[in-house]
């Protein structure tokens, strides 16, 4: 049971390049989270999935775009890399929805904008 | 929405002594409360939780108090040890149905031997 798993770990990318970020979760979760952290922050919501086949969005989503086609794994794409999405990002699942499960997180990506 | 703001920022104790962070909240409908600890690195991972029909829950060393009238909790650590050096995020659910959690901005907890 590896629980949540992130890939890749680290990345640096060209300003206006394009890339994924995979999620893969083995708790048969329903809910999944993207989450991204900035020094003095803490974490912001970037989008969240409540189900297989839904997104949403969360607090910061401009710039990304998330798919989730299959129940354990959960993307996130970017579209044209910008240095403002410089950060670290975290995937986080929780269980059933309608009683507050804790959210399980990955271990980040660090990723790298210049 | 809802908005969680956590203070103080940075926190610098004994070893020994007890440390103390707290948070607010400002949906009076959030039922969720959960606190996370982040070591240099590493993923955050959840320390204690509380739901808003429980004024106080304990695990060992760690404890968390809330009040719904003033809209804070608080998380209490005891006998602090150099191994509790962390950054610890407090959080607030704003939805009763879909666990969407809002979190403070984080304090950093730093404990001398």
């Known amino acids: 049971n590896a629980g949540v798993t992130q890939t890749p770990k680290f990345r640096v990318l060209k300003t206006g390049q394009s890339m994924t970020l995979l999620c893969a979760q083995d708790?048969?979760?329903?809910?999944m989270y993207w989450y991204r952290q900035d020094p003095g922050m803490g974490l912001r919501l970037i989008h969240y999935?409540?189900?297989?086949?839904?997104?949403a969005k969360g607090e910061v989503p401009d710039g990304y775009n998330v798919s989730r086609l299959k129940k354990q794994n959960f993307l996130l794409g970017l579209e044209s890399a910008a240095p403002s999405q410089t950060s670290v990002y975290f995937c986080?699942?929780?269980?059933?929805?309608?009683?507050?499960?804790?959210?399980?997180f990955g271990d980040g990506t660090r990723l790298s904008i210049l | 929405g809802e908005n969680v703001e956590q203070h103080p920022s940075t926190l610098s104790v004994q070893e020994g002594d007890s440390a103390v962070i707290k948070c607010t909240y400002s949906?009076?409908?959030?039922?969720?409360f959960p606190w996370y600890k982040q070591e240099l690195g590493k993923r955050p991972q959840l320390i204690i939780d509380?739901?808003?029909?429980?004024g106080e829950k304990k695990d060992q060393r760690i404890a968390v108090t809330l009040n719904k009238t003033a809209k804070h909790f608080s998380l209490h650590i005891t006998e602090t040890q150099p191994e509790d050096s962390a950054v610890y995020f407090c959080?607030?659910?704003?939805?009763?149905?879909?666990?969407?959690?809002?979190f403070g901005t984080g304090t950093r907890l730093l404990v001398s031997p």
């Open positions: 949906d009076s409908a959030s039922n969720y």
């Open positions: 999935s409540v189900g297989e086949g839904t997104t």
């Open positions: 509380i739901r808003s029909n429980v």
């Open positions: 708790m048969n979760h329903e809910y």
């Open positions: 986080a699942s929780s269980w059933i929805p309608g009683s507050n499960q804790p959210q399980h």
């Open positions: 959080a607030a659910s704003g939805n009763t149905g879909f666990q969407k959690l809002v």
